[in-house]
Every structure is written in structure tokens, then in C-alpha cells.
């Protein structure tokens, strides 16, 4: 009789660690499957394994500083955008009804030449985007820079630099002027933005960045 109990002591025994054991290995299972999830997302936002890029326009160099901080931290390779004919002051007199910056904008066809091109365009999958705000929108010459290229499958993440208004409707427009392209929201910095402004920025777009 003590003999029968001893051996069905060791069966329920068995039984409890076979159950643990089985319990244990669809944790793994889950787990596996919670991090492939994880990394199919990422495939579909801006990880593709291509290059960055950070192209910008800046007037007077406060879009510039903010693009400059954007490539140190992504690694990206860095355009200007540069007029072919670039802008003097008069130009850019805001106070001027009549100035080159107020009369482009307020031209819907107008679309300032740039000097120079991007010729491996294809190599980017994720291109930042940085402007000033200029009457409250994207100087036209981001209008001549986003119909010169095919975003078609790129993630496009707009950023632009102001006295004080919001980005608003300026990355929507330049939208409008792609197709296929997946647009991140966009960020709004004062000129002066520091470093880690602009880094808390780039975290939270919970994209990783190819150099
Ligand atoms: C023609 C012109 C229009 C501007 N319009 C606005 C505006 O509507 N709202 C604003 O907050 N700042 C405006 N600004 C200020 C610029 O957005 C701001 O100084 C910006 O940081 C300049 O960037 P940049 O140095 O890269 O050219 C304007 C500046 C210029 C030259």
C-alpha cells in the first residue's frame, strides 16, 4: 500500500512539472510573436534599411542650424536648397508689399528656381523636410524642390522654423504636391531651438534611421 502511494505521489509530481514546463514555452511563443509584430510595424513606417536625407531652404540661416542638428543626430546626408538666384535683403522685406518673398507668395505659379540637383534620389527612403514660414506657409522654392523628385514610397517628415507661427497648413500643401508618399506629422522650432528640443523630437517619431 505505501509502495502504491509512493508511486502515485510521483505521477501527480510529474503531471505538475510536465504542466509548468508546457506553461512556460507558450510564454516564449507569445513573446517571439509580440517582437516580429514589432519589427513588421517598423518595416512599414521609415526603416527600410535605405539612407536619410535632410534637404532644406534657409534665408538666414535659423533653418539651417535646426537641419545641421538634425543630420548629427540621424546621420543623414544633408542638401541645401539653394536659389539661383539668391535672395538680398530687400528681397526678403516682409514689411514690402512688393518684395520678391511677398510677390512669390502670393503667386500660386510661382516656383523659384534652385541651383543644383540631388542625383541619387532613389537612395533615400526617409527625407526631412526643413523651411522657413514664410506668410505663413512654405516659401515656393519647397513648391519647385517637391515637383522636381519622386517621393513616391519615401517617408517624408516636414520641419520648418518661425518667428512665432505654427507649421499649420505648409506641410499639407507641399503634401498635396506628391503622390504615394507617407508624411510624418510635422515640427514646428523657433530659431533658436537647442539640441535637445530637437533630439526629443526625432525620439519621439519612433523611427530608426539608416545611415
Ligand atoms: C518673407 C518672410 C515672411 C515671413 N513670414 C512669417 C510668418 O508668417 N510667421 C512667422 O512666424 N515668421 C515669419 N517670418 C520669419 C521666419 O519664418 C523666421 O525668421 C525663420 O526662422 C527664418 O528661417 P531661416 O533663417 O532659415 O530663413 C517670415 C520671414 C520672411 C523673410
Keep these: 500500500m505505501k509502495h502504491l502511494y509512493l508511486v502515485l505521489s ?10 509548468c514546463a508546457s506553461g512556460g514555452d507558450k510564454e516564449t511563443v507569445q513573446n517571439t510573436t509580440a517582437v516580429q509584430e514589432a519589427d513588421k510595424t517598423s518595416e512599414n513606417t521609415a526603416d527600410k534599411g535605405g539612407k536619410t536625407l535632410v534637404a532644406y531652404f534657409s534665408a538666414t540661416g535659423n533653418t539651417k542650424a535646426v537641419a545641421e542638428k538634425i543630420g548629427e543626430t ?10 539661383a538666384v539668391p535672395y ?3 528681397d526678403l522685406n516682409y514689411g514690402d508689399d512688393n518684395s520678391r518673398a511677398t510677390a512669390e507668395q502670393n503667386d500660386d505659379s510661382a516656383r523659384p528656381e534652385i541651383s543644383g540637383a540631388i542625383e541619387n534620389m532613389e537612395e533615400y527612403d526617409t527625407v526631412f523636410i526643413g523651411y522657413p514660414i514664410w506668410w505663413g506657409q512654405a516659401p515656393k522654392i519647397m513648391y519647385t524642390f517637391m515637383e522636381s523628385y519622386d517621393f513616391n514610397g519615401k517617408t517624408v517628415i516636414p520641419f520648418c522654423t518661425s518667428g512665432s507661427s505654427p507649421i499649420g497648413s505648409s506641410a499639407e500643401n507641399m503634401q498635396s504636391l506628391t503622390t504615394g508618399a507617407n508624411w510624418l506629422e510635422g515640427q514646428r522650432f523657433s530659431g533658436g531651438a537647442g539640441e535637445d528640443e530637437i533630439n526629443e523630437w526625432i525620439d519621439s517619431l519612433g523611427v530608426s534611421f539608416a545611415e
Design 10 to 19: 510521483a505521477l501527480l509530481i510529474a503531471c505538475f512539472l510536465c504542466a
Design 74 to 83: 540621424t546621420g543623414a546626408d544633408i542638401f541645401e536648397i539653394v536659389p
Design 88 to 90: 538680398t535683403e530687400a
